[in-house]
Structure formats: structure tokens, C-alpha cells
């Protein structure tokens, strides 16, 4: 079974201009979300999906960043215009059930994003 | 606010020697303690959780923790390393569910040959 993956694997981009992200989760995985890891820190969750329904994005800097689910399934997230400061790896992830800690999270490989 | 501290940002250690990797932890109220492992240029991959019962939980690849409530620590161990464990090890704690996972900094674990 395909893990979750996760496009591009690498970006650079001069700030100011648009960037996108991809994510196709396990298949069957209900739960979606959406990490910041900066340089020698831990994953930060920016957003989480039940469905297609962003249920938790309050740390989702909503001035410049934006994602949608629509069917459910995949998920893109976006940032336009890029800033020097968001050049981090964006992790996506998937779960079967969001609010059970016996569920496991299963990790995609992450996008390096390079702003310039 | 719950917090994760991981004391050693990174350890060196020789091939087939035992360590520790220590984490706390600040809550006022019960936790759910979880560790990763991000290997180079991969995702994040779960090593070991503990939601309650026997405080001293068994992983993969021969890695266990103990959660001790008193001193809220949750310190990873193996008895003996590998080269192949060399990799970045996260401590994560949620106060409610798996949605409100807070990762730590991480401890950058190096085996020697």
C-alpha cells in the first residue's frame, strides 16, 4: 500500500512569488494535516481536515496561506506571496480517525521549500 | 500550555553502545507521550506511544520508554545502537487527542562505527 506522498520533493522560489504543495493521503484515511518543520525544530501543525472540512486551522497564517481538500482525498496548500521566513519543510500527513490517539499518523516524505 | 523539552539537541554514541534520549514534558493534566523517528530526507515515523497502562512502553526497532508522571519525563532508550539508527528523534505530547500534537525540537542521534 502506497504511503502518503507528497509534491514536489524540493522548491525554490524568489519571495514574493506563489508556491504550491501537494498531498495524496493513505487511501481510506479520513484525516488530513498539514506541518511547518523549520530548520532544527519539530513539526508545527498549520492545519487538520476531517474530510473535506478544515476543522482546526488556527495556526494557519490565513494573510498569505491558504489549502483546500474539496473531494475529500487529496489536498493542496498554497502560500502567495512567499516570504524569506517560510523556506522550511511542509509535512503532510494522514490518519484514519483525527481525535483518537490509538490511530497512527502516517507521514509523507515532506516538501523542502527554498525562498530566495 | 503543554510544552515538550528535549535536553540534548544532539548525541553521539559508538555502535552497540546503550543511550538515552531525554524528554520532558509540562501539563496540568493527563498526557499522551508519543516518540518519532525522522530519518534523513524521510517523514516522520512512529517509534513508540504511550495512552495509559504500563508506564514502560515497548517500540520498534528495540527502542522502549519509561513515562514517569512525578518527574513528567518520558526518556527514550535502547541497550544497544545501531549505525542505522542514526536519525532525528522528536518527542510529542497531547493533552486530548492526536490532533493537538505538540513535537519537541528533537535530538539528533549520531552512532559512531
Known amino acids: 500500500e502506497a504511503g502518503v506522498v507528497q509534491s514536489p520533493r524540493y522548491k525554490i522560489i524568489e519571495k514574493k512569488q506563489p508556491v504550491a504543495f501537494w498531498c495524496n493521503p493513505i487511501?481510506?484515511?479520513?484525516?488530513l494535516y498539514w506541518y511547518r518543520q523549520n530548520l532544527g525544530q519539530g513539526p508545527e501543525l498549520l492545519i487538520r481536515?476531517?474530510?473535506?472540512?478544515?476543522?482546526?486551522d488556527s495556526q494557519l497564517p490565513k494573510d498569505r496561506f491558504s489549502a483546500e481538500r474539496l473531494k475529500g482525498v487529496d489536498s493542496t496548500l498554497k502560500i502567495q506571496p512567499a516570504e524569506l521566513g517560510d523556506s522550511a519543510v511542509y509535512l503532510c500527513?494522514?490518519?484514519?480517525?483525527?481525535?483518537?490517539?490509538?490511530?497512527?499518523?502516517?507521514f509523507g516524505q515532506g516538501t523542502r521549500l527554498t525562498v530566495v | 500550555a503543554q510544552s515538550v523539552t528535549q535536553l540534548d539537541s544532539q548525541v553521539p554514541v559508538f555502535e552497540e553502545a546503550p543511550v538515552e534520549l531525554r524528554c520532558n514534558y509540562s501539563s496540568s493534566v493527563s498526557v499522551y507521550l508519543f516518540w518519532y523517528v525522522q530519518y534523513p530526507n524521510q517523514g516522520l515515523q512512529l517509534l513508540l506511544k504511550y495512552l495509559s497502562g504500563s508506564t514502560l512502553v515497548k517500540g520498534i526497532n528495540g527502542f522502549e520508554a519509561e513515562f514517569n508522571k512525578s518527574q513528567t519525563s518520558f526518556h527514550l532508550r535502547k541497550p544497544s545502537v545501531h549505525i542505522s539508527d542514526t536519525a532525528e528523534y522528536f518527542c510529542?505530547?497531547?493533552?486530548?487527542?492526536?490532533?493537538?500534537?505538540?513535537f519537541g525540537p528533537g535530538t539528533s542521534l549520531s552512532v559512531i562505527p
Open positions: 500527513a494522514s490518519s484514519l480517525e483525527g481525535t483518537d490517539p490509538n490511530t497512527e499518523a502516517f
Open positions: 481536515y476531517e474530510n473535506e472540512e478544515a476543522v482546526d
Open positions: 487511501s481510506g484515511h479520513n484525516t
Open positions: 510529542a505530547v497531547s493533552e486530548t487527542s492526536y490532533d493537538k500534537v505538540i
